[in-house]
Nanobody
Framework: QVQLVESGGGLVQAGGSLRLSCAASGRTFSGYNMGWFRQTPGKEREFVAA????????YYAESLKGRFTISRDTAKNTVTLQMNSLKPEDTAVYYCAADTGPLIYYSPSHYDYWGQGTQVTVSS
């Protein structure tokens, strides 16, 4: 059974950084796309970034390029989201997700597995 467990959320001041981790278990993720999404109350879940487990190819929401970096450690089965120069509008619950691939999707409906989410709060 696939399990995705996020960690690393918290409270940070604007301009600061946070590093989110997603521990993946339950199967081999070769060929999978691993994504990060975020959601605020009353809004739809929003694509943040994704990485292909095998190739390492990365994809970002256009508005977040340059501030967020996604990476994966295949030996540790983890996916990391490094978030820099955080803004109050980055405040959200951040979710890790997995899709069987190979095509990359930006819609959350295509992702098969989800973590429970981790809260990120950026104060002004």
């Amino acid at each position: 059974q696939v399990q995705l467990v996020e960690s690393g959320g918290g409270l940070v001041q604007a301009g600061g950084s946070l590093r989110l981790s997603c521990a993946a278990s339950g199967r081999t993720f070769s060929g999978y796309n691993m994504g990060w999404f975020r959601q605020t109350p009353g809004k739809e879940r929003e694509f943040v970034a994704a990485i292909n487990w095998s190739s390492g190819r990365v994809y970002y929401a256009e508005s977040l390029k340059g501030r967020f970096t996604i990476s994966r450690d295949t030996a540790k089965n983890t996916v990391t989201l490094q978030m820099n120069s955080l803004k109050p509008e980055d405040t959200a619950v951040y979710y890790c997700a997995a899709d069987t691939g190979p095509l990359i999707y930006y819609s959350p409906s295509h992702y098969d597995y989800w973590g429970q989410g981790t809260q990120v709060t950026v104060s002004s």
